[in-house]
Nanobody
Framework: QVQLVESGGGLVQPGGSLRLSCAASGFTLSNYPMSWVRQAPGKGLEWVST????????TYAGSVRGRFTISRDNAKNTLYLQMNKLKPEDTALYFCTGNGGRGQGTQVTVSS
């Protein structure tokens, strides 16, 4: 059974940083590409970033490129998203996805 559990969200001021984590269970993370997506209030899902199974290839949405970094620790079966220089428009519920599953999300709020 694929299970993904996100954590690390919170309230942060503009310009601040957060690191999201996604703990995977029920499957071997290293076998799958993984992604982060987000949903802002009143909007649809937006793709944020993807990392390939080996971790050597990453892609980002233009809105976060240069500020966010996706990474994975296959030994810990965990996916990460380091978010720097956060903006109010980054406020959203962030989900990790992969192997057909999606977690419950972790809320990120950027506000002064």
């Amino acid at each position: 059974q694929v299970q993904l559990v996100e954590s690390g969200g919170g309230l942060v001021q503009p310009g601040g940083s957060l690191r999201l984590s996604c703990a995977a269970s029920g499957f071997t993370l290293s076998n799958y590409p993984m992604s982060w997506v987000r949903q802002a209030p009143g909007k649809g899902l937006e793709w944020v970033s993807t990392i390939n199974s080996g971790g050597g290839t990453t892609t980002y949405a233009g809105s976060v490129r240069g500020r966010f970094t996706i990474s994975r620790d296959n030994a810990k079966n965990t996916l990460y998203l380091q978010m720097n220089k956060l903006k109010p428009e980054d406020t959203a519920l962030y989900f990790c996805t992969g192997n057909g599953g999606r977690g419950q999300g972790t809320q990120v709020t950027v506000s002064s």
